[in-house]
């Protein structure tokens, strides 16, 4: 059994991901959205479930910063 050392790709750690309100209307509450440039406003692929990689081929690594991707 070969071990890999690169990082797990979650969706939860995208830099390009935004979480925003949704329509209350229809029911949509929290929505994941992709700010990548090819991407732009549609809804991010996920998943976000622990130890589950996504096979996004847009992912980048968001900063290592402690706030979780928050600006102060």
Same mark, same amino acid.
């Given at each position: =059994?070969?071990?890999? @050392? $690169?990082p +797990?790709r !979650?969706a939860?750690?995208c %830099?390009? %991901?935004q979480?925003t =309100?949704?329509d209350?209307r229809?029911g949509r509450? +929290? %929505?994941?959205?992709?700010? @990548?440039?090819?991407?732009?406003?549609? $809804?991010?692929v996920g998943p976000f +479930?622990e130890?589950? $990689?996504t096979a996004?081929g !847009?992912?980048e $690594?968001?900063p290592?910063?402690?706030?979780?991707?928050?600006r102060?």
């Amino acid at each position: =059994m070969t071990e890999s @050392h $690169e990082p +797990l790709r !979650l969706a939860a750690r995208c %830099l390009y %991901l935004q979480v925003t =309100m949704g329509d209350f209307r229809q029911g949509r509450g +929290l %929505l994941n959205l992709c700010r @990548h440039i090819i991407r732009d406003g549609r $809804e991010c692929v996920g998943p976000f +479930l622990e130890d589950t $990689e996504t096979a996004c081929g !847009l992912w980048e $690594e968001r900063p290592r910063s402690g706030t979780y991707g928050l600006r102060g």
